[in-house]
C-alpha cells in the first residue's frame, strides 16, 4: 500500500489507502505564527501545525494550544506532550475517546470529525483539537463579490472589513485576518473557510470596532467553519438581525474580560450548532440592548455546541433586557465541559417576558460545582425602567450531570413579586453520574413567587 501526498491550495492533503483511514487535510501556518511549544501533534502520522491562544489565567497558563485539520474517515492522532504527565483527560467525555499513553505520547482514534479538549494538566495547558469534516464550496477568487484571504497573515485598511450585500468573505486554510469584520444593514452574506480572524493584538475594549465580528441589522447570513481567535471584547454580534446561521465556527478566547462568544441582540431566527466556544465571559448571551428598535430576541435553536468557560456563565439570558421579548428559545444536545458561575442564568427586567425555553439533552461537567440553573426576573445597572421581568414555561429535560458531590447540585427559582413570577417550570429526566438523580425535589430551591413546578410530569404542590 502507497501514501499520496498532495498540496492543494493552502492544505496539505494525504491520502492513505490502508484499511481504516481517510483523507486528511492540513493547513500551513504562516512564518508569522508562533508554534505552539507544548505540543507536537501528528495525524496518520503526518505532522500538523499546533497553534496557540493567549490566556488571562496563570493557573491555566498564559497560552494553550489548537490545531484544526480536515478528515474523511478515522484517523489515528499521536500528540507528543512537551512535559511528563500522569493521566490524560479527553473531553467531551461522552465521545468515549480512550487515549493510549507512552511516556510523553498520546495515541487515540477519531471516528469522524469532533471538536475535543486534551487535557494532560487538568485545565492547564491544554491542547484544543477540531477535526472539521471536508470542505465544500470554495468560492471563485475571482469572483467580483468574494473576498478572499489566502494562506498567510493579512491586515487590511483601518483594521476593519466591511462587508455588503451578497459578498462572500473566504478565509483561506492558514489565512490570519488581524482586523475586525463588520456589517450593516445588508443581506445574503457568508463567511467561511477555515482560517482564523484574530483579535489578539488589541487590548481589552479597543479593538478596532466594538465587536470582532459584528452583525447589524443583517439578513440570510451564513457563518461556517473559521476560527475566532482572542477577542478584545464581544466576539460574534448579530443585532437586530435575522435568519442568521453559524456552523462549525470555533472560539478560541479567554484573553481578557468581557469577551463573550455569540451575543444575538434584539433578533431571531438564529441558528447556531456545531461549534466550540471557549471565553472567560459568557459562552452565549442572549439579550436586549439600549437604542434601536426594542425588537424581541426570538427563535433562537442553540445545538450539538461544546462548551468552556473560565468565569462566567455558559448561556446568560436577558440580563440586559431593553426588547419586547424573549421567547422561543432551545438548546439541545449539547456539552459544557468546564465552568465557573452557573451555566443557565435567566434574569429578564425592564417587564419583559422570558418565555418558551427548552433546555434538553445537556451534559454538564459539574465537579467541584453546584448550581446549575438560576431563575429569577430582576433589576440590575443595565436597565431603564428599573423594574423586573417575567419568567413562564421553562423546560429542563434529559440532562446528564457528572459530580463529584450530588447534593451539592441544585435549581434555583425565584419570582420578584406577584407580577413578575417564574411559572410553568419542568423538570423531567434528570440523571447524576448517569442514573436517574432520584429526589429532584431536594435539588430544587424555591423561593416566593413561583408557581407550577412539575418534576417528570408530576406537579409540585404549592
Known sequence: ????????????????????????????????????????????????????????????????????????????????????????????????????????????????PRKISVEPYGMKNVLLLFANPPQTKIPDRSDKNVIFFGHGVH?????????????????????????????????????????????????????????LLGLERCSNVSIDGIILRGSYGWTLVPRECENVTVTNLKIVNDRVQNDDGINPCNSRRIAVSDCFIRTDDDCMSIKGLRG???????????????????????????????????????????????????????????QMPLTDVVIDGIRINAVGKGEIARLRPTVNQYMVLQKPGRIENI????????TDNPASVFFHLEGADPEHMVKQVSFENIRINGKSAGDVAAMLRIHPFVSGVSIDGTALPE
Open 1 to 112: 500500500m502507497k501514501n499520496v501526498l498532495m498540496i492543494v491550495g493552502w492544505f496539505v492533503v494525504l491520502a492513505i489507502s490502508a484499511i481504516g483511514r481517510g483523507e486528511i487535510a492540513i493547513p500551513q501556518m504562516p512564518d508569522e505564527e508562533t508554534p505552539s511549544a507544548h505540543y507536537n501533534v501528528f495525524i496518520n502520522d503526518r505532522q500538523i501545525p499546533v497553534w496557540t491562544a493567549k490566556c488571562n489565567k496563570l493557573q491555566l497558563g498564559v497560552l494553550y494550544s489548537f490545531a484544526y485539520f480536515d478528515m474523511d474517515g478515522p484517523v489515528e492522532v499521536r500528540v507528543e506532550a512537551a512535559e511528563p504527565f500522569n493521566e490524560v483527560v479527553i473531553r467531551p467525555q461522552d465521545y468515549d475517546i480512550q487515549p493510549r499513553t507512552a511516556d510523553t505520547q498520546i495515541h487515540f482514534r477519531l471516528e469522524q
Open 155 to 211: 491586515r487590511v485598511p483601518g483594521d476593519v472589513l466591511q462587508l455588503k450585500s451578497g459578498q462572500t468573505l473566504y478565509l483561506a486554510p492558514g489565512a490570519v485576518l488581524k482586523a475586525a469584520v463588520f456589517a450593516a444593514d445588508a443581506n445574503d452574506i457568508t463567511i467561511t473557510g477555515r482560517g482564523i480572524i484574530d483579535g489578539s493584538d488589541w487590548p481589552w475594549i479597543k479593538g478596532p470596532r466594538g465587536h
Open 292 to 350: 434601536g428598535r426594542r425588537l424581541p430576541s426570538e427563535d433562537i435553536t442553540i445545538e450539538n455546541m461544546v462548551f468552556w468557560c473560565s468565569r462566567a456563565r455558559i448561556i446568560l439570558f436577558a440580563h440586559e433586557s431593553q426588547a419586547e421579548a424573549m421567547r422561543r428559545i432551545r438548546v439541545v444536545n449539547s456539552r459544557i465541559i468546564h465552568y465557573t458561575m452557573t451555566p443557565f442564568l435567566m434574569e429578564p427586567g425592564e
Open 395 to 402: 423546560q429542563f429535560k434529559n440532562l446528564d450531570i457528572t
